[in-house]
């Protein structure tokens, strides 16, 4: 409800400005998966932008999923490039990670606005991130965990991130550690391989069969975090406590059969609909007083932290409902 009100005061203060049309390229990772929602609102915003003759653009996302990070960075650069040969007067963009800094930089150097959503680029001069806070956001997941675990001693089993390459990874993942740490228990971080789900599992399974002391409950952090539970089983401890993040349709099944016990959903959907509008928001109305209007979900002046939703087992199909009811299904 807070971020409704505060999206409502943006687009009142713009819809009061004079009409200036502006070009805005939207250039997301994918358009499927997790960031079907992100596409769905910035799609939505632009047709609300382009209808009042405020903005003309497109969403554009990889179709490629099979592309390694390396080659998708180096295509995203290539996009970047190409929107500012075609004229585009603001970016909203999920860049993947320090391997963008540079083309956006150039952007900005030529007078064009910056939002990053979804992944943050801290080495970058743009204007404002649109996204989760991920150390708080994996803190609050590895305590929805804590209150299921046993008393120790006991170690928990991670599926996260420890590449620094991508920050927000290993934020939100460090987030979770501390707590399962400072509550007493040893922790494992197995780095989740993506992109080959069976040998994530089997690296996983010998990850539970090997530690000491026994491992009492799993946590993922991202989208896969699925796959914890065809760990668990494969392993032959399919009783053990596991809690997710982000809702695949794989995590709901689970969900509903009480196997993920939570999980703890990023608002992707807010993420797509602010980027477009912040980026013009700048243009019609100043960067500081955009930012004054943002002011109640900015942190360290320039982030917008949208928080997460954290969803028990049995209100899966509760909040099933309410995305669909958004027109944001997953």
């Keep these: ?3 409704e009100a505060t999206i ?3 687009v009142a203060e713009i819809n009061k400005s004079s009409i200036q049309p502006m070009q805005i390229a939207v250039l997301l990772k994918s358009l499927n998966g997790f960031f079907a929602p992100i596409a769905t609102g910035a799609n939505r915003a632009m047709g609300e932008l382009g209808v009042s003759g405020r903005a003309t ?5 990889s179709a490629d999923a099979s592309a ?3 080659e998708s960075t180096e295509i995203q650069t290539k996009q970047i490039q190409q929107t500012m040969v075609e004229g585009a007067e603001g970016i909203a963009i999920t860049p993947f990670g320090e391997g963008n800094a540079a083309a956006l930089d150039e952007a900005i150097a030529n007078g064009i606005p910056v939002v990053t959503l979804d992944t943050d680029v801290l080495s970058s001069k743009h204007s404002i991130h649109v996204g989760i806070l991920s150390k708080y956001a994996g803190a609050t997941a590895g305590n929805t965990l804590l209150e299921m675990l046993p008393e120790g001693p006991g170690t928990v ?3 996260g991130w420890a590449d620094p390459g991508w920050l927000d990874g290993v934020n939100r993942t460090q987030g979770a550690r501390g707590v399962f740490e400072e509550a007493g228990y040893d ?3 197995h780095q989740s391989i993506y992109d080959d789900e069976a040998r994530d599992v089997e690296v996983m399974r010998g990850k539970i069969e090997d530690a000491d002391p026994p491992v009492v409950g799993l946590i993922g952090m991202f989208s896969d975090s699925y796959r914890c539970v065809l760990a668990a089983d494969a392993a032959g401890a399919p009783d053990l406590p596991i809690v997710a993040f982000d809702f695949a349709p794989q995590t709901a099944d689970y969900m509903r059969q009480r196997r993920i016990a939570a999980t703890h959903v990023q608002r992707q959907y807010y993420e797509g609909y602010l980027g477009p509008y912040i980026v013009y928001g700048i243009k019609s109305i100043g960067l500081d007083a955009t930012r ?4 109640p979900q900015l942190v360290e002046g320039n982030q917008f932290d949208l928080g997460v939703d954290v969803v028990p087992w049995n209100k899966v199909d509760a909040y099933n409902d309410f995305l669909d009811e958004i027109g944001a299904e997953q």
Excluded: S
């Design 1 to 3: 409800m807070k971020i």
């Design 8 to 10: 409502d005061e943006l």
């Design 57 to 61: 653009g497109n969403v554009l996302g």
């Design 68 to 70: 390694g990070q390396e």
């Design 157 to 159: 089993l991670i599926h």
């Design 187 to 189: 922790v494992v971080v």
């Design 292 to 295: 004054k209007i943002l002011a």
